[in-house]
C-alpha cells in the first residue's frame, strides 16, 4: 500500500513546488511595483506640499488611491486629509476621505481623530463660509501685519457671534491680544470664550488652557484675587494640562500680589515725604549754595548707575533698555533731593526723626525700584 502511495506523493509535491516557483516571482514583483509607485508618488506630494502647491499635491494622492484603490497605507489618507482640512479649506472633500478612511479602516490608528473631525465639520456645516475666512486668516497670518490679521477677525465674529465656531476665534484672539500686551481686550474674549463653556463641546485640556491665559491675563492687570480663582477652575478640572503645578502657580500668584501691595505701600509713603515738604516751607531754604551742596552726591550717583549700564553695552548685552535706565536714574535723583530738602525737618522734629523718614524713604524708593527692575517686565 505504501510503495502504490509514494509515486503520487512525490509528484504532488513536485507540482506544489512548481507552482510556488511560478507565482512567487511575479507576486514579489507586483509587490516591489506597487511599493515603487506608492513611494514614487508620495515623493511628488511631499514635493508639491513643500513648495505650498497644495491643490497639485492634494491631486497627486488622489490620483495614487485611485490607481491602488486597495492601497493599506493609512497616512496616505491623513496627508490627504490633512490638505483639504486645513489648508484648501475644502471641507466638503476632507469630509469625504475621512469618512473613507473609516470605511477602510474602522480601527485605524487615526479613527478616533477623523471620527471627531467628521462630528466637528457635520456640526458646523452651516457655518463653514465662516470657518474657511477664519482659518485663512490663521494660515495667512505670518505674511500680514498682526494688528490686520486681528481686524479681519474681529470683524468675521461680529458676523458669527452665535455660531458654533464664535468661541474658537475668541480664544484666538484672546491669545493673540496677550502676546502684544493688548490685556484688556485679551480679557474680553477670553472671558466670553469661558462663558461659552457650556455652549460648544470643549476637551478639559482646552478649558484648562484657556483658564490659564484669563489667569495670566488678570496678572497682567494686577487683578491677583480672580487670577487665583481662574486657577481653582482649572484644579476642579482635574488639571488635565501637562507639565502645570498648580500649588507652584498660585504660590507665584501670591508672591506677585504681594509685591504689588509692597510697590504701592511705599509709593505712598514716597509721595507723602514728598507732601512733607510743603509744611517746612522748603522753598525758603533753597538757594545757590544749597543746591551746590546736591551736586557732588548727584555726579557721585550717576555714575554709579551709569557704570553698569555701559559695561552692559560694550559687552553687547541685548535689550539694555536707556529709558528704563534713565527713569530709575531719575527716581534716585529726586530722592536724593528730596531727603536733603527734607533737612530743615530736624529743627522741628530733631535729628532722629529726620533720620528715620529718610532711611524709610530711601528703603521705599529702593523697593520701587528693585520692583520695577525685577518684576514689572513679568
Keep these: 500500500m505504501k510503495k502504490n502511495k509514494s509515486p503520487y506523493l512525490f509528484f504532488f509535491s513536485i507540482m506544489i513546488a512548481l507552482i510556488i516557483l511560478i507565482t512567487s516571482p511575479g507576486t514579489s514583483m507586483a509587490q516591489n511595483s506597487s511599493q515603487d509607485l506608492e513611494q514614487e508618488y508620495s515623493n511628488k506630494a511631499n514635493q508639491f506640499f513643500v513648495d505650498r502647491n497644495y491643490e497639485q499635491a492634494a491631486l497627486v494622492l488622489e490620483e495614487l488611491l485611485a490607481k491602488n484603490p486597495d492601497l ?22 476632507a469630509l469625504s476621505f475621512y469618512e473613507k478612511y473609516l470605511v477602510r479602516f474602522p480601527e485605524g490608528k487615526f479613527a478616533g481623530t477623523f471620527r471627531e473631525r467628521v462630528a466637528y465639520l457635520n456640526e458646523r456645516r452651516s457655518e463653514w463660509q465662516a470657518l474657511r475666512d477664519f482659518r485663512k486668516i490663521q494660515l495667512e497670518e505670518d505674511n500680514i501685519r498682526i494688528n490686520e ?20 476665534m475668541h480664544i484666538y484672539l484672546a491669545n493673540k491680544y496677550f502676546e502684544i500686551a493688548q490685556y484688556q481686550k485679551a480679557r474680553k474674549h477670553a472671558e466670553k ?16 488652557l484657556a483658564l490659564k491665559l484669563y489667569s ?26 501637562d507639565n502645570f503645578n498648580f500649588e507652584v502657580e498660585k504660590t507665584n500668584i501670591i508672591n506677585l ?33 544749597y543746591a551746590r551742596q546736591l551736586v557732588a552726591p548727584l555726579l557721585l550717583l550717576v555714575l554709579i548707575s551709569l ?5 552692559l553695552i560694550i559687552t553687547g548685552e541685548p535689550e539694555v533698555d536707556l529709558r528704563f535706565f534713565f527713569s530709575l536714574l531719575g527716581l534716585s535723583i529726586l530722592s536724593l533731593m528730596i531727603i536733603r530738602l527734607l533737612a530743615p525737618l ?8 529726620y533720620v528715620l523718614i529718610s532711611c524709610l524713604h530711601m528703603a521705599g524708593a529702593s523697593f520701587m525700584t528693585y520692583y520695577m527692575i525685577v518684576y514689572k517686565p513679568l
Excluded at 530736624?346 to 526723626?353: A, M, P
Design 149 to 168: 490679521s486681528l481686524d479681519e477677525v474681529e470683524t468675521i465674529l461680529s458676523k458669527s457671534e452665535n455660531a458654533l465656531i464664535a468661541s474658537e
Design 346 to 353: 530736624s529743627l522741628k522734629t530733631g535729628r532722629l526723626v
Design 307 to 311: 557704570g553698569p549700564v555701559l559695561i
Design 257 to 289: 500680589r504681594n509685591m504689588w501691595y509692597g510697590f504701592i505701600f511705599s509709593l505712598l509713603y514716597f509721595i507723602t515725604v514728598v507732601i512733607l515738604l510743603i509744611p517746612i516751607k522748603f522753598w525758603q531754604h533753597f538757594n545757590l549754595q
Design 216 to 241: 495670566d491675563i488678570l496678572i497682567k492687570q494686577r487683578s491677583f484675587g480672580k487670577a487665583i480663582w481662574a486657577l481653582d477652575q482649572v484644579r476642579v478640572l482635574g488639571n488635565p494640562v
Design 72 to 93: 493599506n497605507n493609512e497616512t496616505v489618507y491623513r496627508q490627504l486629509t490633512h490638505i483639504y482640512d486645513n489648508y484648501l479649506f475644502n471641507f466638503e472633500k
Design 193 to 208: 470664550y469661558i462663558n461659552s463653556f457650556g455652549k460648544a463641546s470643549m476637551s478639559s485640556k482646552d478649558k484648562a
